[in-house]
Structure formats: C-alpha cells, structure tokens
C-alpha cells in the first residue's frame, strides 16, 4: 500500500497548470428532470453525451504506457476516441433579466458540479443562488470522470485536454440553442482549480470562444504545487475507501481525511460548520489530469475577452505561505485582454468560496461580469 502511495504522488509531481484541433461532438441524451430552487430558479439536470475524437497521430490504447503517453497528454493531445455521458445541471432564474448571457461553471479537481451550489447556508455559499438572483442563468457540469459524469480510463483518457475539448464544444452548444433551446448571445466561463486551468487554455487555444473568463484559485507560480500534492497524502479512492469510493476504476485519486481535505482548500478565516459538506462531495480525480494540468496554464497572446483572477493569499498549493504579486501575472499571459480584474483575498485558502471572503468575492466576479457585459 505504502509504494501504491509513493507511486502516485510521484505521479502527482509530473504537473498542474498553439491551437489543438480536436473535434468534439455533442449531443443531448433524452433523460432531464427539472425542480424550482428556493429562491424559484428552475434548474434542469441533463446528460449529455461527448464524443471525443483523437488527435495524436500515435494509436494509443487502454493498455498504453511510457514516454509517448506522458508526452502526449502534456502536448495537448486527445489519446483516445470516446463517446462519454455528462452530468449538466441548468438553472433560469425567476427573473431572468440577463437571458441572452449564460455562466459555464467548472468545478475543482476532488470535486463536483455540486460546488457551484453548496449544502451548507446557500444564501452565503451558493453561487449559483447569488448569481441566478442577480438574473444570470447558470449551467454547472461534472467533468468526465467525476460526479455523475463517466468514469473512463484515469490516465489515457480524463485528462485536461478531454476537458478543454468538452468546453469548447459546450460552449458551441449553448450558443446554437441545442442544450436548452436558448441561443446564448454570451458565455461567460467560469473555473476553479484545474477548472480554471482549462479556462486558461480556452484562451489560449480557442480565444474567442468565451465572452469573458474568470478564474479562480490558479496561478503560474508553481514553486509550492508539488509539495502541497504530496502533503495531501493522495492514493487511489478505491483504496482509500472502499465503501464510498470502492466501484472507481484504478487511479483515480482522492484525499484520505478531512485533515488532509482542510490543508489543501482551506486556511484561516473559515465557518467550521462548511468542513463537514465538503468533505462530504469530495470525489475523485486522475493521474491522467495531474500529469496535465500545468501545461494548460500559460499566456493567452490571443484572448481579447475580460478576464477576472482569484486568489486566497494563503493558497497553499498556487502561493504557498502567501500570495504575493503573484495575481498580477494576468497582465502577461493574458496581454491583449480588454479588461483584467485581478484579485486576492486576505487569511483564506484554495477554495476561496468556502471562506468568509467568498461573498466579498462573489460580488467581485458580479460587479465584473456586470460591468463587461
């Protein structure tokens, strides 16, 4: 067990953050079921179905292993075609004053689209509740590989590139009218953590696909990354444990306590009461994504879109002991941008929202989308 650990996190340390053509096609499967929210947003579940289609030139296979795979997945490459279910969850607000633009929300490695909408005080942690209040719809997902999204090869196919791939096209989607209906006039994306790394390589690769990006917990300092993985204690969720995580294929991933789950998300000025549902969604991630991500956070010479930055100054994983100017490195990677809002928050950690800074941050985003819109 213990060289299984040591595997992995080694594993873990090969990464975190041109124009790849990958073709991804979706299409809407027919099972939806809608509810009203208690502040009468209508929020529709989906599946959707994303068929990924290979661009390395090599013909890898569920059973490849070595340099060609490693240096495929940090070239940007889709390894293997697929088709792949999607876990959406669309929600209207009552009051839908900003109906022509729609948030695209991608949540964090280790966790789901249930972030976006979490458990405990929703009047102060919901981002969906704060932003469908203000009249904009909101569309979260499960990447592939996580939530109620499938569950497919750990290294060879949930990686970060099958992510980007997956935005683009759903960001196409919502603009042709063909997941809800709408045709969405403006999609503003927004990522944390790794999610907010494929943010920034929609800009890079397809910088005119998202109206406005906004990015939280993610930096280009990567000094701390590697220790902080390693500190996590991450192995295989089956393992881990096997009653919650027991049917999850080899290498995925996760954090074994809710000690290990407070040091990477959370730091100082922190509701106790937010430890217990957010250990209760933590999910999985892959090597497959470890092993990418870094690579996708870089400049974006192309994007002319606005583009919001968030950083807890106490990240331990993007800042180490404290932020710094780290934040304002968005003025380099992202150079032509039309607008740059960047922003760190003073005694709070990775996961910014779950922090008493994370309404102060939400109005932040709110004021910025609104202004750029």
């Known amino acids: 067990m213990l060289q299984v650990r040591l595997f992995l996190q080694l594993g873990l ?4 953050c041109g124009k790849v053509k990958g073709a ?28 990924l289609e290979r661009t390395s030139r090599q013909n890898f296979t569920l059973d490849s292993y070595g340099h060609d795979v490693f ?9 293997i075609s697929g088709s792949y279910n999607l876990s959406t969850r ?11 633009t729609i948030q695209l929300l991608a949540h964090g490695a280790t966790y789901t689209k249930n972030m976006w909408d979490f458990a405990y005080q929703p009047e102060r942690y919901s981002w969906t509740k704060k932003m469908n209040e203000a009249g904009f719809p909101t569309m979260a997902f499960d990447l592939i590989g996580a939530g109620n999204s499938s569950r497919p090869d750990a290294m060879r196919e949930v990686q970060t590139q099958a992510h980007v791939e997956t935005v683009r096209q759903l960001i196409e989607r919502l603009r042709n009218g063909e997941i809800d209906g709408h045709e969405y006039k403006k999609v ?6 790794i999610g907010a790394a494929i943010g920034n390589s929609i800009g890079t690769q397809y910088p005119t696909a998202a109206d406005q990006l906004v990015l939280l917990g993610v930096s280009w300092y990567s000094a701390y990354i590697f220790p902080a993985l390693l500190l996590m204690l991450r192995s295989e969720a089956n393992q881990i444990d096997p009653m919650r995580f027991g049917n999850f294929p080899d290498l995925y991933t996760t954090m074994p306590s809710r000690v290990t789950r407070q040091f990477s998300h959370l730091y100082g000025d922190f509701d106790p009461g937010v430890e217990e549902p957010d250990y209760r969604d933590l999910d999985a991630d892959t090597v497959g994504e470890a092993t990418s991500f870094t690579f996708h ?6 994007y002319t879109g606005p583009v919001f930055l968030a950083l807890g100054n106490n990240d331990v994983t993007f800042c180490g002991p404290t932020c710094g100017d780290h934040h304002l490195e968005v003025y380099t990677k992202f150079p032509a941008a ?14 910014i929202l779950l922090h008493r800074t994370g309404a102060q941050m939400m109005n932040d985003v709110l004021a910025f989308i609104t202004r750029n819109n």
């Open 297 to 302: 956070c870089g400049e974006a010479p192309y």
């Open 90 to 100: 669309t929600c209207i607000p009552a009051i839908n004053s900003q109906a022509d």
């Open 13 to 16: 340390l090969s990464a975190w």
């Open 188 to 193: 503003i994306f927004v990522g944390f953590s």
């Open 338 to 351: 039309s607008n740059h809002d960047p922003h760190t928050y003073p005694n709070t950690g990775h996961n």
């Open 71 to 79: 240096f495929a997945l940090t070239n940007k490459e889709i390894l």
């Open 24 to 51: 991804v096609i979706a299409r809407q499967v027919a099972a939806e079921s809608s509810s009203i929210t208690e502040w009468g947003a209508t929020c529709t579940e989906r599946m959707l179905t994303i068929n």
